[in-house]
């Protein structure tokens, strides 16, 4: 891992600071030749009231494991966001790298994989498995950001 990055890790954590979760707080950053393209951070989707704003979680409230049953939530992903952010707004991803707090899930690395990005880089891990053999198989680099001692 570069000074990049590490740069580029640490505003994933910021952007996570704005998610509405009550569960989970993930940031996401896409970027192409050192230059930021989207950011997103988890939460529910424009006009649809979050978790902090209903006091409860879903996923919590019925029992729902990480890593399972990711439609049963009122959020959309890090990853999802800074995605349909890009789409929005007409921005170029393709070949681009996708910095996590956390390693996506099985839905996010299908269209991580089908936006064209070309590297993930995550901190923390996620009980998903079969996301990591999509990555595999697709061709897509995933690396999990270890910081450097000093």
């Not at 789409?87 to 899930?105: F, K, M, V, W």
């Amino acid at each position: 891992m570069d000074k990049w990055d590490k740069r580029f890790m640490q505003l994933t954590e910021q952007v996570a600071t704005w998610s509405s979760c009550l569960r989970r707080k993930v940031g996401a950053v896409i970027v192409r030749e050192k230059r930021v393209m989207t950011t997103g951070y988890n939460g529910a989707p424009a006009g649809i009231a979050s978790c902090v704003e209903r006091g409860e979680c879903l996923r919590e409230k019925n029992n729902i494991p990480s890593g399972t049953h990711a439609e049963l939530c009122f959020a959309a992903h890090a990853e999802q966001n800074a995605i349909i952010q890009a789409a929005r707004y007409g921005i170029n991803i393709s070949g681009a790298t996708l910095y996590c707090t956390h390693q996506p899930c099985v839905i996010c690395a299908k269209m991580i994989i089908n936006a064209g990005i070309a590297r993930v880089v995550y901190k923390e891990g996620y009980p998903d498995e079969f996301s990591l053999r999509l990555f595999g198989e697709a061709g897509t680099r995933v690396e999990k950001f270890e910081e450097e001692e000093k």
